[in-house]
T-cell receptor, first 111, second 114 residues
Framework: SQQGEEDPQALSIQEGENATMNCSYK?????LQWYRQNSGRGLVHLIL?????REKHSGRLRVTLDTSKKSSSLLITASRAADTASYFC???????????FGTGTRLQVTL | DAGVIQSPRHEVTEMGQEVTLRCKPI?????LFWYRQTMMRGLELLIY????????DSGMPEDRFSAKMPNASFSTLKIQPSEPRDSAVYFC????????????FGPGTRLTVT
């Protein structure tokens, strides 16, 4: 079963606006990762945040993690049409390599 | 680095036929994952291997599905016999073993069973 639930399921914004996606999970984690999937392609890793971190930045991406609420958010600033994709959060726990992926948010950025 | 390689990219077969999907992980990675993605069920982990050994196959739908990893550079996912409900995109991914490592996904195999 999927541990992560993304919210919203779909998001449509105009180029230049910011996009915020949220992820909630159920159990304690070691790390949380965000991935992007362009239509018809495999997932691509974006960023990883560890359970002892609260915020992380990478270029136009900002990720926050609130372990007390078991939630994370991904902010994409100054969005571009090329950001159009589905975004997934993924969590891992214990010592295993296994990731549990969420249901994804479909982002549409229009010109 | 060529990334994770999957073949074939597309497969169309008739119900009852055997289907074999192939994956070559990134050299040096010692974890390999097989996923299935559909609109209805999203992305599902079918099975994963560490150092060529199956660790968790709880996601394998039923006995019709089997996966092998005979060496560190090759894995197969076999469906026999195939059914229309097996139609999906199947992804292979690889990573270093342990927590905190990103997974690298292949381009996927789009399987259509008629």
């Amino acid at each position: 079963s999927q541990q992560g639930e993304e919210d919203p399921q779909a998001l449509s914004i105009q180029e230049g606006e910011n996009a915020t996606m949220n992820c909630s999970y159920k159990t304690s984690i070691n790390n949380l990762q965000w991935y992007r999937q362009n239509s018809g392609r495999g997932l691509v890793h974006l960023i990883l945040i560890r359970s002892n971190e609260r915020e992380k930045h990478s270029g136009r991406l900002r990720v926050t993690l609130d372990t007390s609420k078991k939630s994370s958010s991904l902010l994409i600033t100054a969005s571009r049409a090329a950001d159009t994709a589905s975004y997934f959060c993924a969590t891992d726990a214990g010592t295993a390599s296994k990731l549990t992926f969420g249901t994804g948010t479909r982002l549409q950025v229009t010109l | 680095d060529a990334g994770v390689i999957q073949s074939p990219r597309h497969e169309v077969t008739e119900m009852g036929q055997e289907v074999t999907l192939r994956c070559k992980p990134i050299s040096g990675h010692n974890s390999l994952f097989w996923y299935r993605q559909t609109m209805m069920r999203g992305l599902e982990l079918l099975i994963y291997f560490n150092n060529n050994v199956p660790i968790d196959d709880s996601g394998m739908p039923e006995d019709r599905f089997s996966a092998k990893m005979p060496n560190a550079s090759f894995s197969t996912l076999k469906i026999q016999p195939s059914e229309p409900r097996d139609s999906a995109v199947y992804f292979c991914a690889s990573s270093l073993a342990g927590t905190g490592y990103e997974q690298y996904f292949g381009p996927g195999t789009r399987l259509t069973v008629t």
